[in-house]
């Protein structure tokens, strides 16, 4: 839909202006007339972004869920009486380790926190061709940036809570390997969704240049 509205205002920009907004013999303009025959793309377009939005959202909630048990957990580790914490204790308020998991557990609720505020944003947003021309388009590939950091951060996070929890170096070793293969996995299954959303976004003017062939023609 935003590639139909860039094509609608370069052609716009390059028409006299007295006739940008002439009547046709419906007496329709050709904002009008460019509405109409785009209404079923920015419902498909509407029906596709909150469809993807609602699966975020609840991605993110997921995360932010996690990470704040999480870190009541660590911050309640301390006054536990079990055998576990008495023996782990000392070591993880003094350890750096304690700390850089503290960070990573923000890390990952900021930017969860982030995709749950743009991915609302889209939801409500009205859908106007102003919109799906720019803000929303943003908003959504900002939203998939930031659930992939939570989600990395948050693996991280399990990560350095398996060497705080556990001596032995083969368990170390393989549970940061299987938790580190969704942060691996996320990337390459949306990259062709970033690419076309980044492309769109950022490059798509570039094709109305001078030099550039359009249709078998030099612009």
Known sequence: MREQILWFQEVRNIVIPSLRNKMNLRGQTPQDLFTEK?????????KWMKKNADICLLVATIIVTVIFQANSDISSSGDE???FHKANSSNIE????KNILLISNTIAMSSSSIAIMLNLFIIISRFSEDDLFRALPIAFMAAIISLYISMTFMMTSFCLTSFIGSKSLAIRIFTCVLELLPVILFPYLVYPILIDLFNMIFFSKSKFK????VLGRSL
């Open 38 to 46: 785009h209404t079923e793309l920015m419902k498909d377009s509407e």
């Open 81 to 83: 009486k079990t055998n």
């Open 94 to 97: 003094s350890s750096i380790l």
């Open 210 to 213: 001078p030099g550039k062939r």
